[in-house]
C-alpha cells in the first residue's frame, strides 16, 4: 500500500527523546525553549511560543486579539474543522467566505464584502501548504483596522514574496501565525503546535495562558536558590509542549531545509507526469508564493465521482484524501446562515490528495498516476467512453 504520507524519522529523532527521558525534566523545559528560539530564527520572527497542538495555537492567538463573546471572525469553511471550531470556543461566530480556486485560500473580494461593524479580526488559512494572497488580506486588514491571524497549520517552509522579496510563513506578516506539528504535517513532534508572532505583549499573553496563568514558570521556581510562590492573575490553560516533543521537533527543524527541497522536485515531477493524464488538473503555485507542497491536490473532471476515484486507486494499492473538507457542511455549523461558497464545495467535492512525503521514488509516483488514470478509466466508462 502506498500511504498518503509518511513522517520522515530516523534514530535522531529516538536519541533526542531518549536524552530527555534520562534527564529527568519531561515536561515544558529547556527543551521547549531552545526549540522556540531556532524555529524563531528560521521563519525570522521576533517571537515564538510552543504549545500542544495547533488548535490550542489559534485558541490562544484569537484570545490576544479580543475576540470573544458576540464578535465575528471572517475566515474559510474550506479547511479543518479546527479552523472554525476555535472562534466558537471564544464564544465568536465565523463568518464563511469563498475561495480564490488557485490557491485555495481566502478570496480577498469576499473578504472585503464581509467585513461589517461586529468583525473582529481575520483568520485566514495557507491550505495545504500554498501561502494565500497575504498582500491583499492585510491591506483589506488595515483599512479597517482588523488584526489577521494566519492558520499555517500546513505551512511550515513555504515562502511568500512580500514587497519584492521573500519570506518565509511565519514571519509573521499578519499579527501572529499559527503552526501544526502532526505526524501528516511536514515535519512532526507527533502532536504540538508553535504561535510566531511580532507583539511582545501577545507573546508574554500566551506564555501565560498555556500554563494555567500562572505567573511563575516551574521551571524559574526549580532554579530558584529562594522559594517563589507563584500566583494566577488569569484562568488559563494546559496548553504546553512537553520537553520530548520538543527535542524531536529540534531534530525535525535540520531536516526541513532537505524535507522542502525533495516535496519541491516531487510536486514537479507530478506535474510532469499528470500532463499526459486528460481531464486532471494539477494544482497551480502563483509566481508570489513557493508551497512547502504539504499536499498534492489534483482537481477531477465535474463528471467523476470522487468516492468512486479514490475506491479505485484504494483497491490499486494507492491511498488518497478527498478534497479539504467545508466546515459548514457539517453538522455543528448547520444552524448558521446558509452561505454561497460554490468555489469552496467545489474544490471539496471534486478534488484529490495524492501521496506525497520525501521518501517517494520516481517508480512510486508512477504507480500513483497510473493508478489515478485507470480509476479514471472505470469511473468515465463505457457509455461515456463512446459519447
Not at 485560500?105 to 501561502?131: E, F, K, N, S, Y
Request: aromatic residues 6%; proline residues 6%.
Amino acid at each position: 500500500m502506498i500511504p498518503i504520507t509518511k513522517p520522515l524519522l530516523d534514530e535522531s529523532e529516538a536519541l533526542a527523546a531518549a536524552d530527555v527521558v534520562r534527564s529527568g525534566w519531561l515536561s515544558q523545559g529547556a527543551q521547549v525553549a531552545g526549540f522556540e528560539a531556532e524555529f524563531a530564527a528560521l521563519v525570522r520572527a521576533p517571537y515564538a511560543c510552543a504549545v500542544s497542538n495547533c488548535t490550542t495555537a489559534l485558541h490562544l492567538a484569537l484570545l490576544a486579539a479580543g475576540v470573544g463573546p458576540g464578535d465575528e471572525v471572517i475566515t474559510v469553511s474550506h479547511s479543518f474543522i479546527a479552523t472554525a471550531n476555535v472562534i466558537r470556543q471564544c464564544g465568536a461566530t465565523p463568518v464563511f467566505v469563498d475561495i480564490d480556486p488557485v490557491t485555495f485560500g481566502l478570496d480577498p473580494d469576499a473578504l472585503a464584502a464581509a467585513v461589517t461593524a461586529r468583525t473582529r479580526a481575520i483568520l485566514c488559512v495557507h491550505q495545504i501548504g500554498m501561502p494565500c494572497d497575504l498582500v491583499r488580506i492585510l491591506a483589506i486588514a488595515r483599512a479597517h483596522g482588523l488584526p489577521v491571524i494566519e492558520d499555517a497549520a500546513c505551512a511550515i517552509g513555504s515562502e511568500i514574496r512580500m514587497d519584492g522579496d521573500w519570506a518565509r510563513i511565519g514571519a509573521p506578516h499578519g499579527d501572529v501565525a499559527c503552526f501544526s506539528f502532526h505526524p501528516r504535517k511536514v515535519i512532526t513532534t507527533g502532536e504540538g503546535g508553535m504561535l510566531t508572532t511580532k507583539h511582545a505583549d501577545w507573546d508574554r499573553q500566551f506564555r501565560l495562558l498555556r500554563q494555567h496563568g500562572m505567573s511563575v514558570p516551574d521551571t524559574v521556581r526549580h532554579q530558584a536558590s529562594e522559594v517563589v510562590f507563584e500566583e494566577y492573575p488569569v484562568s488559563g490553560f494546559n496548553y504546553r509542549m512537553t520537553d520530548i516533543q520538543a527535542a524531536v521537533g529540534r531534530r525535525q527543524l535540520e531536516r526541513l531545509p532537505d524535507i522542502v527541497s525533495r516535496r519541491r522536485a516531487l510536486a514537479a515531477a507530478y506535474a510532469q507526469m499528470l500532463a499526459d493524464v486528460p481531464n486532471v488538473q494539477p494544482p497551480i503555485q502563483p509566481d508570489w508564493a513557493r508551497s512547502n507542497w504539504q499536499s498534492y491536490c489534483v482537481r477531477l473532471p465535474e463528471w467523476a465521482d470522487q468516492r468512486l476515484v479514490m475506491q479505485a486507486m484504494l483497491d490499486r494499492g494507492v491511498a488518497s484524501r478527498r478534497g479539504i473538507m467545508c466546515s459548514h457542511l457539517e453538522e455543528p455549523y448547520a444552524d448558521q446562515p446558509r452561505t454561497s461558497l460554490p468555489q469552496s464545495e467545489r474544490a471539496h467535492r471534486h478534488s484529490v490528495l495524492l501521496p506525497l512525503y520525501p521518501q517517494m521514488t520516481a517508480d512510486v509516483q508512477s504507480q500513483v498516476v497510473q493508478a489515478l488514470q485507470e480509476a479514471l478509466s472505470a469511473a468515465r466508462g463505457p457509455a461515456r467512453q463512446v459519447a
